[in-house]
């Protein structure tokens, strides 16, 4: 008589499901964990441009300026450049970086549509003691996630998760 080396029909179901099982246990974490990430990374994106803003402003010696794309949408796009002519407005050749807009339900928004940035390093338009402040909402249920990004008079930018109630 012959042996046959193998796996019996029941015990392939068995091995399904508890691999089902697993992976239902498995799957909320890890959306979890995405959710977490993006938010990280969008809020530091935009921390990202602000420094990257303010550098520039110190080595090149002139004011940097930091635009929402739209009025305030800041997660519709922002653009880092520099005013050569110093006309106050976007003209070719002013362009450092550009940050496009993001996908997905988020929104960043802040009541200024630009930073500038002096040649100092310094927040222009902002007074001693005051914040110039971003929102990074995630959407209903998701507070945890949501992140206040706040920029203070001498130019520095911080992150901080947003106070949710109870």
């Known amino acids: 008589m012959r042996s046959f080396r193998g796996f019996t029909l029941v015990e392939l179901?068995?091995?399904l499901a508890v691999l089902a099982i697993i992976v239902s246990i498995a799957v909320p974490s890890f959306s979890e964990l995405i959710r977490?990430?993006?938010a990280q990374?969008?809020?530091n994106l935009l921390l990202k441009s602000l420094n990257l803003a303010r550098s520039e402003a110190i080595k090149r010696g002139v004011a940097v300026r930091v635009s929402a794309l739209d009025n305030g949408n800041w997660h519709l796009g922002w653009r880092v450049w520099t005013d050569l002519n110093a006309n106050g407005t976007f003209d070719n050749g002013e362009m450092l970086r550009l940050f496009p807009a993001w996908g997905g339900g988020e929104?960043?928004?802040s009541q200024a549509t630009e930073v500038i940035f002096t040649s100092g390093g310094r927040l222009a338009g902002v007074a001693?003691?005051?914040n110039n402040n971003f929102a990074y909402d995630?959407?209903?249920?998701?507070?945890?996630?949501?992140r206040i990004i706040s920029i203070n008079a001498v130019g520095r930018a911080t992150?901080?998760?947003k106070e949710c109630g109870t």
């Open 107 to 109: 929104t960043l928004t």
């Open 13 to 15: 179901m068995v091995t």
């Open 138 to 146: 995630v959407g209903q249920n998701y507070c945890k996630y949501e």
């Open 159 to 161: 992150v901080t998760p």
């Open 36 to 38: 977490a990430n993006r």
């Open 128 to 130: 001693a003691g005051a």
């Open 41 to 43: 990374t969008q809020a």
